[in-house]
């Protein structure tokens, strides 16, 4: 389908006017506007013939451009002969009927883009439930004045029918019906991650929840440590389904790698509400890495974007104890002046980020060795004596702890100096005990 793409560079908003909308003035240029709105539209294969800035000086309420503009985007609609209009900001139901009178093409804001992405993207039958009941939620705030059929009703029978049930009253109805199953079903997603998240504590393996701008290279650097083959691509929302793996860090420490779904600036509100129930992987999370495509012009503001999501969810993006550690990722694309700049940037920061590139591979291991010191700030260090034949507690520890050095005596006894993480000492008071061994 032809496609063209209009990014609205409103100066300034009116106020006590019907159909208005608020939205927060946008921390991006109007150019990485412009660039990212195209990407949404290529990323389900749009054919978009052009791309454009439209100055709005002051927002119409029933248009959202001015009634000139509007005319001269006609002319340019019939010209390319467009099928699709995406307009990326957010319209009222209003606007966007009239502007589909006035173009005679179909009009899409942009949180219609980015549900439809959603839509084609989700693989899970989680995330086709998540995804349709944002669709429904969004589709149900639209239902005034959409269609004229919407305006007829349906006739009652003898003196308690009355006037019958207008058409939109049992649209809404049913939508509502619709939603009330999807949230039911996802109620028992929820139920089925919490037991999944108990399971895992019971083991009890810390969780790392990767975070980031969608294209940021959060999947690249998932399957670059675990080696899951997660598809990555020089795209938006590549990937929407959770994935997890077990990784294990320079210490012998076992974790669980969590990739989630990318954010993206005016993230809609339905979409946050409907993926809480992948989110609260995030929420859950021991720790959070926080990707950053450090090459990017809009780095800044996408970083911004990140955090505002992470705080609507409840995750404290600003704690003390480093809960958070942001990762500069693609630094194999910064000039080498620009990469200067760059690092000496970093070690101001609190705590201070890692530079790396999930391409390349420099810098994985610096990345792998602050989370295994992250997680092992608790970390207990023991010093055993193992008689000869308890090789099968020896292989334990070996798999289990980090072994710092061990030595035979005389006797045939081993000396261990073992530094052992905090979730990892109760099974060891019991290999101990198992073995008739005190713990020191």
Known sequence: MRVLVLV?????????L???????????????????????????????????????????????????????????????????VIVDHA??????????????????????????????????REGRLQVELAHLSYQKGRLVRAWTHL???????GFLGGPGEAQIELDRRMLDERIIAIKRELEGVVRTRD???????????????????????????????????????????????????????PSGRRIILSDTV???????TQLVAAFRATLEEVIEADFVLHVRDIAHAETEAQAKDVEGVLRDLGVDTVAADGHILEVWNKVDLLAPDVRAEAEGAARFRKPEPVLMSAVTGEGVAALLDRIDRRLGAADEIVVLTLPAHEGRLLAWLHQNADVIDQSSDDAGGIAVR???????????MQELQRAGLPYP
Request: positive net charge.
């Open 91 to 124: 319209i009222t139901p209003g606007q966007q009927r009239n502007l589909e009178l006035a173009w005679k093409a179909k009009v899409l804001d942009r949180t219609g883009l980015i549900l439809e992405i959603f839509g084609r993207r989700a693989q899970t």
């Open 18 to 84: 019907p159909g208005r909308i608020d939205r927060k003035p946008s921390m991006h240029s109007p150019e990485d506007r412009l660039a990212e709105a195209k990407g949404l539209a290529e990323a389900i294969d749009l054919d978009v013939r052009t791309a454009l800035l439209v100055p709005v000086p002051q927002p119409n309420p029933a248009t959202l451009f001015g009634s000139g503009k509007v005319e001269e985007l006609r002319a340019l609609i019939e010209e390319l002969e467009v099928g699709l």
């Open 151 to 157: 305006e007829r009703q349906r006739g009652g029978r």
């Open 262 to 268: 990318g954010f993206i600036s005016d993230l809609p």
């Open 418 to 428: 073992v530094r052992i993480a905090s979730e990892k000492k109760m099974r060891l």
């Open 195 to 249: 037991l999944h998240r108990k399971g895992r504590r019971k083991v009890p393996y810390p969780v790392v929840a990767i975070v980031g701008y969608t294209n940021a290279g959060k999947s690249t650097l998932f399957n670059r440590v675990a080696g899951a083959g997660v598809l990555a691509m020089d795209q938006v929302f590549a990937t929407l389904d959770p994935t997890m793996r077990e990784v294990r860090l």
């Open 8 to 16: 609205p560079v409103v100066s300034r908003t009116r106020t006590g």
